[in-house]
């Protein structure tokens, strides 16, 4: 029984090897191009990123697990059988870092960090108070999965007024519950601040456009840590040029790294972070894929599964 490890490629071997040693140490690991392998052993994969037609030269494959949360450069390959269990990376982690993220950027959002950031550029004496505070101010988040459910949860705890929007309802203390195409624009027209935290899927792909845009509380804020399509920049621009949004916090973008001469980098009302909102470590995310193979082959439901019939 082999573990093929493609997440990181060649360079990144050694330090996945390390702590895959530790947490499975009667696993047979290996390199995802080691020429020592026959492909008949491999039972388990753990990838990012999977040439297409790969996964299919592996009659024996009986699980994969993602390095990573978002799993579009797996399923993009046509071929790979959707019978195969594909498990998406949700270590504590991870949940964690993106809660700690959403509170650091709502506050930033909420005292509006992008126009104190423009102030220290140009040597302004910009004093102004937010509208209202964090008790008052009312977070909207798209997307209530592993990550939107950890991030509301400390919302709740910083004292933001937080609700939260997903495909089926959900029961989080504190939380008040959108749900389906129906609701969204009841959410947005409460939401002070918007947070991303959808998958990228047909669809949710721009689904934050000048319509949707137009129904927020005049003032209102966008965080996006989820796809950078969900947000159709021009229609963002604008509203921020207007003046009818008052900042924009990215973490994800089209391109990334975001290219030195991106217009994104000094825009007035933009802050971007350079897709940090949660990497979880080396070490959790191999214990997490651990935990997984030895659930699987006790037969239990895996968490995190990914489901072709709704593309997340
Ligand atoms: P999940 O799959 O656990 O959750 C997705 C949520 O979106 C669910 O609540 C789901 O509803 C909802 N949803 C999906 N489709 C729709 C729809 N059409 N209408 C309404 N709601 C919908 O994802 P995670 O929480 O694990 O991850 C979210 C995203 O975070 C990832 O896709 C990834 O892009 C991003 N990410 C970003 C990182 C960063 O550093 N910036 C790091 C890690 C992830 P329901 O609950 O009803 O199924």
Request: net charge negative; hydrophobic share 40%; with cysteine.
């Amino acid at each position: 029984m082999s573990l093929l490890i493609e997440a990181d490629r060649e360079e990144g071997y050694a330090g996945w090897h390390d702590v895959f040693r530790q947490v499975m140490p009667t696993m047979d690991i290996h390199w995802w191009n080691d020429p020592q392998v026959d492909p008949q052993d491999v039972e388990y994969v753990f990838c990012f990123d999977p040439e297409p037609g790969r996964l299919t030269t592996f009659p024996n494959l009986r699980l994969i697990c993602a390095a990573s949360v978002g799993v579009e450069r797996i399923v993009r390959d046509p071929s790979w059988s959707r019978l195969i269990p594909l498990v998406r990376m949700g270590c504590q982690e991870t949940t964690a870092q993106m809660a700690d993220y959403v509170a650091w950027a709502c506050l930033s959002a909420h005292r509006n960090l992008p126009r104190i950031l423009q102030a220290r550029d140009s040597g302004q004496w910009d004093k102004f108070t937010p509208a209202a505070v964090v008790a008052n101010r009312r977070v909207g988040i798209l997307g209530m999965g592993s990550l939107g459910g950890a991030a509301a949860k400390m919302l709740t705890k910083v004292g933001f007024k937080t609700a939260g929007w997903s495909r089926t309802r959900k029961s989080i203390p504190g939380v008040e519950s959108f749900a389906g195409p129906d609701e969204l624009d009841a959410l947005l027209r409460q939401s002070d601040i918007v947070v991303c935290l959808m998958p990228g899927t047909p669809d949710t792909m721009g689904i934050l456009n000048a319509e949707r845009l137009a129904l927020l509380p005049s003032g209102a804020s966008i965080i996006n840590v989820a796809r950078s399509g969900h947000v159709v920049m021009p229609d963002l621009i604008a509203a921020l040029e207007s003046g009818r949004l008052s900042c924009a916090i990215l973490d994800v973008f089209d391109k990334e790294p975001l290219p030195a001469d991106s217009f994104l980098w000094k825009q007035p009302g933009v802050l971007v972070t350079s897709h940090l909102a949660s990497t979880a470590s080396q070490r959790s995310r191999a214990q997490y894929a651990s935990d997984i193979i030895a659930a699987f082959e006790r037969g239990e439901e895996l968490p995190n599964r990914y489901d072709p019939e709704h593309g997340y």
